[in-house]
């Protein structure tokens, strides 16, 4: 189960704020590329579940990370999901888009989860689209911070996320330091996949 806390930004003012606020405190900037999945007969949306492939197309030594998520709940900001993840080949990744039904053949113990728990059929699976993020991400008192550019063809949205076993103290550590830097948020009511899916900016 990942718990994480989800506050969303109102616009690219705010989010180049948050960057320069942060910025002493910067690691690592993700160039991301997000690409989904679901069986050809809906099998795992139907049971609230999704397969992505996420690469990091920083630089030539690109990564691939291929993730299970499934019963995807926000509540005042704080998201709670199954997720189950390992590291893949990113050049078979990459097929893996060009051919979505690729994904039946690879050995892979996530995707041999996804196959089996989901019973997904012959016809394999089918590829949903793809959005791309820009994640910074911050260690701040203690935590890892990760600030969010995320574009999709409809628009771009903007996120602070952290991931935490304490999500109520986080969240209100990360409440508190907006306000006192004037910077406007709200609670994220949806995930990432749901904007995408939903074609629209909540």
Request: aromatic content about 10%.
């Amino acid at each position: 189960m990942e718990v994480e806390v989800k506050l969303r930004l109102p616009d690219s003012a705010a989010h180049q704020k948050v960057l320069s606020l942060f910025s002493s405190y910067h690691k690592k900037t993700h160039h991301q590329r997000n690409t989904f999945f679901d069986g050809a007969a809906g099998e795992l949306s139907s049971r609230r579940a999704v397969l992505r492939l996420r690469f990091y197309e920083n630089s030539e030594n690109v990564k691939c990370m291929v993730c299970l998520k499934a019963k995807a709940v926000i509540i005042d900001g704080v998201s709670r999901v199954e997720e189950d993840e390992e590291e893949l080949d990113p050049k078979i990744g990459y097929e893996c888009v060009s051919n979505p039904r690729k994904l039946m053949e690879v050995d892979s113990r996530v995707l041999k989860r996804a196959r089996e728990e989901f019973h997904v059929g012959e016809e394999g699976f089918i590829g949903l689209g793809e959005f791309k993020n820009v994640r910074n991400v911050f260690e701040w008192r203690g935590v890892e911070l990760e600030v969010d550019e995320t574009m999709y063809d409809f628009g771009t949205c903007y996120e602070i996320e952290c991931e935490s076993l304490e999500p109520e103290k986080v969240k209100a550590m990360i409440e508190a330091f907006l306000k006192d830097n004037d910077i406007d948020y709200s609670y994220s009511q949806v995930s990432k996949f749901a904007t995408f899916r939903a074609g629209k900016l909540p």
